[in-house]
C-alpha cells in the first residue's frame, strides 16, 4: 500500500477547496479534488502539481457520497483527512425575520448535513488506520458569542457545523481522529468578493494545518490564523 496519506477536499474546483488542495499535494498527500461536475475539477486540477485525482462529488446527494468513499476504499484503501470545504452562501441580504425557509433548506443542505453525510461516511475508513484529520470550514458568522443579524441560513448552518464538530470529536476521541472547525478568514473568492481581505493563499492556511496535524494536536476545537476563537 502507498504510504502516502489521502486527503479529499469537497469543493475542490474552485476557490478555497481548489488551494487547499494545492497545498496539501505541494506537502506531498495524495489529493482527491471533489467536484460536483468532473470537468470543472479536471480544469482545476491542471493547474496543481503533485498527485491530484479529480473525483466527482455533490456532497447533498447521497448515492455520490457512498459511491465515493467505496471507491476511496477500493482504489487507495485508506483515508487519513476529509476537509469539509463545500458551501454556499446563498442568503445576503436576507433577515431571519423574514427568511426565505427553502433558502434556509438549501443551506442546511450543502453546509451542514453535506458536511454530515460525507463525515459519517469517511469515518469508518478511518477508523480503520486509527488516523484522522477532519477539518469543518466554518465562519466567524456562525459564532455564536458573536451572532447577529442578516445571512441567517448561512449562519446557522454554519453554527449547526460548529456543533457537529464537537459532537463528533466527543464521540471520536481517543481513536486517533482530530476534528476541528476553522474560519479562513475574510478571503478573495467568488464567495467572499473582490473586496475580500486575505488571499487565497492565506484563507487556505489555516484549514491546511488543521489537516495536517500531529497525534497530539487539538481536537474539538474552533479556529482562525491556527489560534483558538470564540464559539
Ligand atoms: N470566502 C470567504 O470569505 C469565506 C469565509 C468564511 C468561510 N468560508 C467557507 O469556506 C468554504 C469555501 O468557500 P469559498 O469562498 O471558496 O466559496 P466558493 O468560491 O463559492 O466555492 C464554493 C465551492 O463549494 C462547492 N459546492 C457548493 N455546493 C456543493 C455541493 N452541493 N457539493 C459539492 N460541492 C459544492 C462549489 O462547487 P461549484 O463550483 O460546483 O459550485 C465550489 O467548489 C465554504 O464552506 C465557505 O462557507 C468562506
Request: net charge negative; glycine share 12%.
Amino acid at each position: 500500500m502507498d504510504e502516502k496519506r489521502v486527503a479529499l477536499v469537497s469543493g475542490g474546483n474552485r476557490g478555497i477547496g481548489l488551494e487547499v488542495c494545492r497545498q496539501l499535494a505541494d506537502e506531498g498527500l495524495v489529493v482527491l479534488l471533489g467536484s460536483r461536475d468532473e470537468g470543472k475539477g479536471r480544469e482545476a486540477a491542471e493547474k496543481l502539481s503533485g498527485e491530484v485525482h479529480v473525483r466527482r462529488l455533490d456532497v447533498t446527494d447521497q448515492k455520490s457520497v457512498d459511491d465515493l468513499v467505496s471507491s476511496v476504499r477500493e482504489e487507495f484503501g485508506r483515508l487519513d483527512v476529509l476537509v469539509n470545504n463545500a458551501g454556499v452562501a446563498n442568503d445576503r441580504g436576507q433577515s431571519g425575520i423574514e427568511a426565505d425557509l427553502d433558502r434556509v433548506r438549501d443551506a442546511l443542505e450543502a453546509n451542514l448535513l453535506g458536511a454530515w453525510r460525507l463525515t459519517e461516511a469517511a469515518i469508518p475508513l478511518m477508523r480503520e488506520d486509527g488516523y484522522g484529520r477532519i477539518v469543518n470550514i466554518s465562519s466567524g458568522l456562525g459564532a455564536i458569542n458573536d451572532m447577529g443579524g442578516g445571512s441567517p441560513a448561512y449562519r446557522v448552518s454554519k453554527a449547526g457545523l460548529n456543533a457537529l464538530t464537537r459532537i463528533f470529536a466527543s464521540e471520536i476521541r481517543g481513536t486517533g481522529i482530530l476534528v476541528n472547525s476553522v474560519c479562513p478568514g475574510w478571503v478573495r473568492t467568488d464567495m467572499g468578493t473582490e473586496s475580500a481581505s486575505r488571499p487565497v493563499s492565506e484563507g487556505a492556511d489555516t484549514p491546511v494545518w488543521a489537516a495536517t496535524l500531529p497525534n497530539n494536536g487539538p481536537t474539538g476545537g474552533f479556529f482562525r490564523d491556527r489560534r483558538p476563537i470564540e464559539w
